[in-house]
């Protein structure tokens, strides 16, 4: 167990709508970082908040943003659902993503599935 | 376009012999790696971190890493069938806050 935690564990959407993913970060990390895993690939990085401010982000579209609370613990939201951003989503807490020693711990996902 | 690439598998091991995964990347700046294990259905579990070259041992498994080749490896004496999984590779580059991973290559320990 990494302390990680991520609700919900399941989530069914239609076309067109929006979804919220939260996330919980382990105890004493500042660090969340979200990825997108399609079946069969590997991990997707989708972008990663740094005491409470975006600290990079990958190659997807405006439509997904976050955020990430004073306690660190964050969410994930996407509008206008398509059916390929059915997926697991992930998330990883770390502490200090300047650090070349640093290291990224999942929590379980949520797998998305949009009809 | 950054890649890390390994094969996809699947790879077939005897119980009790060493398994091998091998992975390659494309980006010589290329600083910190390391594996993940991760069981169908879950989410990866971090096994192994590796950050100069040489051989790091915990276990039953050793990473290798050669930076001047630009690959990284993982191996796995005396394998059960509890190591049966998809083993991923993944590499962050100095100042960049993001793992790139591999497609993952899938293992499989016959009994």
């Known amino acids: 167990e990494t302390g990680v935690t991520q609700s919900p564990t399941h989530l069914i959407k239609t076309r067109g709508q929006q979804v919220t993913l939260r996330c919980s970060s382990q105890?004493?990390?500042?660090?969340v970082s979200w990825y997108q895993q399609a079946l069969g690939q590997g991990p997707q990085f989708i972008f990663q908040y740094y005491r409470e401010e975006e600290n990079g982000r990958g190659n997807f579209p405006p439509r997904f943003s976050g955020l990430q609370f004073p306690n660190y613990s964050s969410e994930l939201n996407v509008n206008a659902l398509e059916l390929d951003d059915s997926a697991l989503y992930l998330c990883a807490s770390s502490t200090d993503p300047f650090s070349s020693y640093n290291e990224q711990f999942f929590g379980p996902g949520t797998r998305l599935t949009v009809l | 376009q950054k890649e890390v690439e390994q094969n996809s598998g699947p790879l077939s091991v005897p119980e009790g012999a060493i398994a091998s995964l091998n992975c390659t990347y494309s980006?010589?700046?290329?600083?910190?790696f390391f594996w993940y294990r991760q069981y169908s259905g879950k989410s990866p579990e971090l096994i192994m971190s590796i950050y100069s070259n040489g051989d790091k041992e915990d276990g039953r498994f050793t990473a290798q890493l050669n930076k001047a080749s630009q690959y990284v490896s993982l191996l796995i004496r005396d394998s059960q069938p509890s190591d049966s999984a998809t083993y991923l590779c993944?590499?962050?580059?100095?100042?960049?806050?993001?793992?790139?991973f591999g497609t993952g290559t899938r293992l499989t320990i016959i009994p």
């Open positions: 993944a590499v962050r580059d100095f100042g960049n806050e993001k793992l790139t």
């Open positions: 105890s004493g990390h500042n660090t």
């Open positions: 980006d010589r700046g290329s600083q910190s």
